[in-house]
């Protein structure tokens, strides 16, 4: 079993759909979570981290369960340039490591 | 802040050869940097830990000859792989993390993309 398992999609949207992404993980002992971005070909750059309150940041939204270790995105009325693959990453708290999912790849379409 | 420099973000070499890959802290200070490989279509891989004055720590299945990775001061890390095969081609992509403040997560470099030919 990977340790960062997510849906490898891709998801095909229209414009202003809503749309929302699942992660698990399999180390209780995380201690860190977070969603990255990363267009084709560059570096991944951070989204938003993930709280057991959730949080929400304009039109996305991330929540993380702690008990069934699943992670989630969800974001609201899409745009042509949220077009990227989405990166589920758990940080492990005493080695600074992260492990990242395969990621989710979203197109939105006009 | 936390700004990540990663040179030379493309280099194509001949099988057999070597190449160093830098990875720098612009405006703060890192104890630890990371190196990670991604293959097309995969996830990234974190292939060592970068230890600033002391060894690298490698993840299981990394040769450690053959990725050799010095942290010599508190703002530069480098990977050099040794040997290179036309296998050893991927983007390569180092992370670090201010040593003090509220932690937001890794800043990556902007990444190494290597041809083995």
């Known amino acids: 079993r990977k340790e960062v398992e997510q849906d490898p999609g891709p998801f095909n949207v229209p414009e202003g759909a809503t749309v929302a992404f699942n992660c698990t993980y399999s180390n209780s002992a995380s201690q860190s979570f977070f969603w990255y971005r990363q267009d084709c070909r560059k570096e991944p750059k951070l989204l938003m981290s993930?709280?057991?309150s959730g949080n929400e940041d304009g039109r996305f939204t991330a929540q993380l369960n702690r008990a069934s270790q699943y992670i989630s995105l969800l974001i609201r009325d899409s745009k042509l340039s949220d077009s990227a693959t989405y990166l589920c990453?758990?940080?492990?708290?005493?080695?600074?490591?992260?492990?990242f999912g395969q990621g989710t790849t979203l197109q939105v379409k006009p | 802040g936390a700004v990540v420099s990663q040179h030379p973000s493309r280099v194509i070499c001949k099988s057999g050869t070597s190449v160093k890959i830098e990875c720098r802290s612009l405006?703060?200070?890192?104890?630890?940097m990371f190196w990670y490989r991604q293959f097309p279509k995969k996830s990234l891989m974190l292939m060592a830990t970068s230890n600033e004055g002391s060894k690298a720590t490698y993840e299981q299945g990394v040769e450690k000859d053959k990725f050799l990775i010095n942290h010599a001061s508190l703002t530069l890390s480098t990977l050099t792989v040794t040997s290179a095969h036309p296998e050893d081609s991927s983007f390569y992509i180092c992370?670090?993390?201010?040593?003090?403040?509220?932690?937001?997560?890794?800043?990556f470099g902007s990444g190494t993309r290597l041809t083995v030919v």
């Open positions: 405006d703060f200070q890192a104890t630890t």
């Open positions: 990453v758990v940080g492990s708290g005493n080695t600074g490591k992260l492990i």
């Open positions: 993930v709280y057991s």
């Open positions: 992370s670090a993390n201010p040593l003090t403040g509220v932690f937001y997560g890794y800043t």
